[in-house]
């Protein structure tokens, strides 16, 4: 079995994971054997969706890095925006903490809520402390080439521009940063776990998912918001909720030690950015004998008996959306899956999250620009609801994966005329259950704020939704729902869906457009009901021989 190079370097801190009373050659085997296999090429009963799968996925993650560095290029200029370090290291910060969390809670929480290694690992002489090791040691490594792809031009450049002492602090910040993220999103689920169990356990996780979503996106908003530009120099003012923003705290100590910044302020952010990670990792340490015995109550298959459920809304909804008993099926099959499937919740459910929030992040900035809820409320910025659809793509995206993918092979012996009808069912089920009820909440918000005038627009958006969401099949290039394994899924699919995304902002312009024209609102509503059933019809249909 190869000895892997990342294994090579953790070999130098075996004396530290002894300490902590982990078996350390055990935690080695384990990893040897998890690198292995995500190195390994995965087959499936789908020879036709085969696609690129000849491609590992180690080079597939690897392939995916250059999304990060792409991300880090873009972070440079920000290293000569004046020469107040705080503000230039506080917004590399908030970028790094956004992306790495964001991949903790949507790659990643699968990982750290696996039960598989309990259910192998559990029979045998080995510890949970050392399988719950294994596992946030198996996420840091691949945290840490994420790291180094995104933070390695930043950490050049700032060295080269502010010195040697710069790039030493960068290190140990983004070493500190990363402890952090690892220590605090584990003990969040831990403490989940040792909440809740059942049907409810796994409900409350993927609310927390959404819960995350939204603080990452406004904290990321609040962080710009700790400091004024002035004559274009960044200055930063005190205040209490600044303690809060933990890419404030790692920031802080450029102030002391390259700005001379000595106010008892800046003092008290720097001790944060080093006492508040460690302390986080000293209670992971003490919570991971239990970890692994928590994380068993997500093998509870026990769930909430809902009478209301037979005969609700979303089931007429779906006899209403449905036009054929065939479509019908596979509606129903498509919703339970997206309510029973664990690992496809875990990988969809943060981009709720993000879809309630960013409407709001930028009818905040255009509130800003407004000076007044009054002329807020009397302008376009409703438009700003468009943002919801940027969930659309990487949901669709998924919509192919499942951790059953083997049983794809029913879709060819079931007496289905069409499995066009799969598609249609799947994606009716996808808007129907996750995107309608955030759209309503947002539509009920938009309607308080900018009144009942705004109704046909948000009727535009609902229908475009639909055109749109065909628009992103073309994404799975008409791969069967649920018909391919997770392991299949790569960080690459984020490039995929950016072309898509960048539609978003067309609809929003056309439909800003039409405000302009008398009546034009109605004519664009009336062109979106004859074109959204007819869309639906034509852009869904499926090879047969696929």
Request: charged share 15%; aromatic share 14%; proline share 4%.
């Amino acid at each position: 079995m190869k000895n892997f190079n990342s294994l090579k370097l953790l070999d130098v801190f075996k004396v530290l994971f002894e300490k902590l009373g982990i078996d350390y050659g055990t935690m080695r085997r384990i990893l040897q054997v998890k690198l292995t296999m995500d190195g390994r090429r995965t087959s499936t009963v789908m020879s036709q969706n085969m696609g690129n799968s000849k491609k590992s996925d180690s080079n597939q993650f690897l392939k995916s890095l250059w999304f990060y560095a792409f991300t880090g290029l873009t972070l440079v200029p920000i290293l000569f925006v004046g020469e107040n370090y705080m503000f230039q290291v506080s917004i590399i910060i908030g970028v790094f903490m956004f992306l790495i969390m964001t991949t903790m809670i949507s790659d990643f929480s699968s990982v750290l809520l696996d039960v598989r290694d309990q259910t192998i690992l559990g029979t045998r002489p080995v510890n949970s402390k050392t399988i719950s090791a294994s596992k946030a040691i198996h996420v840091t490594i691949y945290l840490f080439f994420i790291t180094v792809a995104m933070i390695s031009t930043s950490l050049i450049v700032g060295t080269i521009r502010h010195g040697f002492l710069f790039g030493v602090l960068f290190i140990l910040t983004i070493l500190f940063t990363n402890l952090f993220i690892v220590a605090i999103t584990a003990m969040l689920y831990y403490v989940i776990l040792k909440l809740f169990g059942g049907e409810r356990l796994r409900d409350m996780i993927n609310y927390v998912q959404i819960g995350l979503s939204i603080t990452i996106v406004l904290g990321y908003q609040v962080v710009a918001r700790a400091f004024e530009i002035v004559e274009f120099e960044a200055q930063f003012t005190p205040e209490w909720w600044t303690v809060l923003l933990p890419p404030v705290w790692f920031s802080a100590p450029f102030a002391v030690v390259l700005n001379g910044e000595t106010g008892p302020y800046y003092f008290i952010l720097s001790a944060l950015a080093v006492v508040v990670p460690v302390l986080s990792f000293v209670a992971y340490t003490k919570i991971l004998p239990t970890y692994e015995e928590n994380l068993v109550k997500l093998m509870d298959q026990t769930t909430k008996s809902s009478k209301r459920n037979r005969f609700g809304l979303f089931k007429r909804l779906a006899s209403l959306v449905t036009r054929s008993k065939e479509e019908h099926a596979f509606y129903r099959f498509a919703e339970k899956m997206l309510k029973n499937e664990r690992e496809l919740k875990l990988k969809i459910y943060p981009s709720l999250g993000f879809a309630m929030i960013f409407p709001f992040v930028f009818l905040y900035n255009n509130y800003s620009a407004a000076g007044s809820f009054e002329m807020l409320g009397q302008g376009k910025s409703y438009l700003s609801i468009y943002a919801a659809l940027m969930m659309i793509p990487g949901v669709v995206i998924m919509l192919q994966y499942s951790s059953k993918s083997k049983g794809a092979w029913i879709y060819h012996v079931a007496p289905v005329a069409d499995l066009t009808n799969s598609i249609k069912g799947t994606l009716k089920a996808l808007l129907i259950r996750l995107f309608l009820p955030l759209f309503i909440v947002l539509s009920v918000l938009y309607t308080v704020i900018f009144g009942i005038r705004i109704l046909p627009d948000l009727l535009i958006v609902f229908l475009l939704t639909f055109i749109y969401s065909v628009v992103c099949f073309k994404l799975i290039k008409g791969t069967l729902p649920f018909s391919e394994p997770f392991e299949r899924a790569s960080q690459g699919d984020g490039w995929k869906t950016l072309p898509f995304i960048l539609l978003i902002p067309l609809l929003g312009f056309i439909h800003y457009g039409a405000t302009f024209v008398p009546f034009g609102v109605w004519i664009y509503l009336l062109l979106a009901l004859v074109m959204t059933p007819l869309i639906w019809k034509l852009g869904l249909k499926r090879n047969p021989s696929a």
